[in-house]
């Protein structure tokens, strides 16, 4: 199975910060790649898929990047609502799988 | 619009079975693969189960590989998650899931509770 890693799995930031996180699969996942925001007692989001297509209706300070094993997340300016976990997903080969996670949280 | 309504979360003891439900509307839901995630208390989101347009093909998680069954009727719009041999490790909130275009887990239900225990 593909395992992927997120990092880091808590992350502190003001209002108004750029904030990256990063996602590494086990082997190459081409752009095989979903970003998901789930707030508490909520069903999660999508955000990005294919890596950098940006979910219609999702605001432009998101945005992925990366192909193979190494992606990332990017806010470009954090704002109250961005406050949630986000999960990486695979969807290059079964069974998919996600990250662990990682928690933003406000500074 | 498209939804995705999940029923059948319930409390059982290990070793009973449970069947959940996901009625969709606001897609062609015949023309699509569905699929079921779910996520433990406080705990990560977990792919389970896919089914296909069809109903031909389907692929599981180890995890539940051998217990857990996905099966769809598209007259009903609806796709099951048949759980067998439940554990109190799957305890979680289940989540069925649709595709739009590129994107497998575009849009997502409210969420059913399982609760598996003695």
């Known amino acids: 199975d593909i395992q992927m890693t997120q990092s880091p799995a808590t992350l502190s930031a003001y209002v108004g910060d750029r904030v990256t996180i990063t996602c590494r699969a086990s082997q190459t996942i081409s752009s095989w790649l979903g970003w998901y925001q789930q707030k508490p007692g909520k069903a999660p989001k999508l955000l990005i898929y294919?890596?950098?297509s940006l979910e219609s209706g999702v605001p432009s300070r998101f945005s992925g990047s990366g192909s193979g094993t190494e992606f990332t997340l990017s806010i470009s300016s954090l704002q109250p609502d961005d406050f949630a976990t986000y999960y990486c997903?695979?969807?290059?080969?079964?069974?998919?799988?996600f990250g662990q996670g990682t928690k933003v949280e406000i500074k | 619009q498209v939804q995705l309504v999940e029923s059948g979360g319930d409390v059982v003891q290990p070793g009973r079975s449970l069947r959940l439900s996901c009625e969709a509307s606001g897609f062609s839901f015949r023309h699509y693969a569905m699929y079921w995630v779910r996520q433990a208390p406080g705990k990560g989101l977990e792919w389970l189960a896919l089914?296909?347009?069809?109903?031909?093909?389907?692929f599981f998680a180890d995890s539940v590989k051998g217990r857990f069954t996905i099966s769809r009727d598209n007259s009903r719009n609806t796709v099951y998650l048949q759980m067998n041999s439940l554990k109190v490790e799957d305890t979680a909130v289940f989540y069925c899931?649709?595709?739009?275009?590129?994107?497998?887990?575009?849009?997502w239900g409210q969420g059913t509770l399982v609760t598996v225990s003695s």
């Open positions: 899931a649709a595709p739009e275009g590129a994107a497998p887990l575009a849009y």
């Open positions: 997903q695979q969807y290059d080969s079964y069974p998919w799988t």
């Open positions: 089914i296909s347009d069809d109903g031909t093909k389907k």
């Open positions: 294919k890596a950098s």
